[in-house]
C-alpha cells in the first residue's frame, strides 16, 4: 500500500497467490520453452479465459490445458463454454484438431533460426506520411531519417521492433506479413 507501505495481502508472511489472466504472458513463455526441453506432455495453466487462449498454449506446444480461475468467477458452464469457442476456432480456420496446430509457433521459430532470419524493416507509406517525426524519435537503432517531410528506413539500421509502427499517428508504417 502506497501510503503505508504495508503489504496488500492478509497473509502471514505479507504473499498471495497471482493467477488468471494477468500471468497469462508468463506462463505462455514457460510453456514454450518447456515444450522445447522435455518430451513428456505438458499440461499449461494460468489465465485461460477463452478458447483463444487454449489456442496460443496449444500452438506454444501445450499437451493438454488447465482452468482455474475462470471456472471460480464464471462457474462451472466456463469449461465448456472455453471447449466449445476452441472447437469453433479450429472450424473456422480449417483444422480438423488441436494436434494440427500443436507446437507450431516452435516449429516456425526453428525453421527462422535455420534459415538465417533475415530483419523485416517497416514498409512506409508515403501518401499517409505528414513528416511529424515521431517514427525518428521512438526508434532506438536511429535507423529513420525524415526527408522532404517524409520518413525513410534505413534497411541495414532497423531491428525490425515495430515501435515506430505502434507510434504513427497515421498508420503510415507497416511490417509487411
Ligand atoms: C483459489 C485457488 C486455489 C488453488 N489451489 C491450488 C492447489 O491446491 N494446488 C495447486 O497445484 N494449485 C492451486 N491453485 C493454482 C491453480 O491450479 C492454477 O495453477 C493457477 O490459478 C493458474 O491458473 P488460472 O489462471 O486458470 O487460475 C489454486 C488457485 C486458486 C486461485
Ligand atoms: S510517425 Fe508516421 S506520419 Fe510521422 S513521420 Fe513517421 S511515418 Fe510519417
Ligand atoms: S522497426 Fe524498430 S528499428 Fe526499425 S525503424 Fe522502426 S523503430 Fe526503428
Redesign the pocket.
Known amino acids: 500500500d502506497l501510503e503505508t507501505g504495508k503489504p496488500h495481502m492478509g497473509s502471514k508472511s505479507g504473499y498471495g497467490w497471482m493467477s488468471g489472466p494477468a500471468i497469462k504472458p508468463i506462463a505462455l513463455r514457460v510453456v514454450f520453452e518447456l515444450a522445447q526441453a522435455v518430451k513428456i506432455p505438458i499440461f499449461a495453466v494460468g489465465g485461460i479465459t477463452k478458447g483463444e487462449d487454449v489456442i496460443e498454449y496449444t500452438m506454444a506446444g501445450a499437451t493438454a490445458v488447465q482452468v482455474c480461475t475462470q471456472g471460480i468467477i464464471e462457474g462451472a458452464k466456463a469449461f465448456g463454454r472455453i471447449a466449445k469457442e476452441t472447437n469453433d476456432w479450429l472450424d473456422s480456420h480449417g483444422y480438423s484438431s488441436l494436434d494440427e496446430i500443436r507446437g507450431i509457433t516452435i516449429k516456425y521459430m526453428k525453421n527462422i533460426k535455420e534459415n538465417n532470419y533475415i530483419t523485416v524493416p517497416p514498409k512506409?507509406y508515403l501518401d499517409?506520411?505528414?513528416?511529424?517525426?515521431?517514427?525518428?524519435v521512438v526508434c532506438g537503432y536511429k535507423a529513420?531519417e525524415?526527408e522532404n517531410k517524409?520518413?525513410t528506413i534505413n534497411v541495414d539500421k532497423c531491428f525490425g521492433c515495430g515501435v515506430?509502427t505502434s507510434?504513427?499517428?497515421?498508420q503510415?508504417?507497416l511490417i509487411p506479413r
Do not use: E
Not at 128 to 136: R, W, Y
Not at 167 to 170: A, I, L, M, S
Open positions: 512506409v499517409k506520411c505528414v513528416g511529424c517525426g515521431i517514427c525518428k529513420v525524415i517524409k520518413a515506430c507510434k504513427c499517428p497515421t503510415a508504417l
